[in-house]
T-cell receptor, first 111, second 115 residues
Framework: EADIYQTPRYLVIGTGKKITLECSQT?????MYWYQQDPGMELHLIHY???????EKGDLSSESTVSRIRTEHFPLTLESARPSHTSQYLC??????????FGQGTRLTVV | AQKVTQAQTEISVVEKEDVTLDCVYE???????LFWYKQPPSGELVFLIR??????QNEISGRYSWNFQKSTSSFNFTITASQVVDSAVYFC????????????FGKGTMLLVSP
């Protein structure tokens, strides 16, 4: 059973607002990831981290940023939300090759 | 570059029918890992199975079975005697042998099981 938590579960926010999506895991995993899931279901990697103070951009270009100051915490920030950012954001952590455990996701709507 | 193709966008079956979800992958690596995840309406991704490229044995877990064939680059998933609770989106994914362990997902297959 994986212990990875995302907050909030749902968020509706106005254009131009700054938002931070929270992700925490209690398993001590070094590797963490953010995936964006568009309304057509497709999942795209937008950020990942191997450990504290390491972050990398994923396959899909994203205007979001991430930080990894603590092993257990991997927040994602949008400085200025736009309607094109409307999506579901899924956080995951992994301890070995590809075996990722996912949080319940944050459904973001920007109006 | 790696790629995963799930050609079936949506499948509808009646309860107790068997159903097979197709997955075809592309990679240049000789060592890689294949996965299936289930996404119920609640939204989280639930891990179902992980298979490495050197293990072509089929696997059965209850009503679920997986057929891995390197010759055709396929990793198909069969649900036997489907149930309404199986209704979900199913994703096939690939992870190449790198330290990053990132996953490349297919576009998903939505399975609808009606009573």
């Amino acid at each position: 059973e994986a212990d990875i938590y995302q907050t909030p579960r749902y968020l509706v926010i106005g254009t131009g607002k700054k938002i931070t999506l929270e992700c925490s895991q209690t398993m001590g995993h070094d590797k963490m990831y953010w995936y964006q899931q568009d309304p057509g279901m497709e999942l795209h990697l937008i950020h990942y981290s191997y450990g504290v103070n390491s972050t990398e951009k994923g396959d899909l270009s994203s205007e979001s940023t991430v930080s990894r100051i603590r092993t257990e915490h991997f927040p994602l920030t949008l400085e200025s939300a736009r309607p094109s950012h409307t999506s579901q954001y899924l956080c995951a952590s992994s301890v070995r090759q590809g075996l990722a455990f996912f949080g319940q996701g944050t459904r973001l709507t920007v109006v | 570059a790696q790629k995963v193709t799930q050609a079936q966008t949506e499948i509808s079956v009646v309860e107790k029918e068997d159903v097979t979800l197709d997955c075809v992958y592309e990679t240049r690596d000789t060592t890689y890992y294949l996965f299936w995840y289930k996404q119920p309406p609640s939204g989280e991704l639930v891990f179902l199975i992980r298979r490495n490229s050197f293990d072509e044995q089929n696997e059965i877990s209850g009503r679920y079975s997986w057929n891995f064939q390197k010759s055709t680059s396929s990793f198909n998933f069969t649900i036997t005697a489907s149930q309404v609770v199986d209704s979900a989106v199913y994703f096939c994914a690939l992870s190449e042998n790198s330290g990053y362990s990132t996953l490349t997902f297919g576009k998903g297959t939505m399975l609808l099981v009606s009573p």
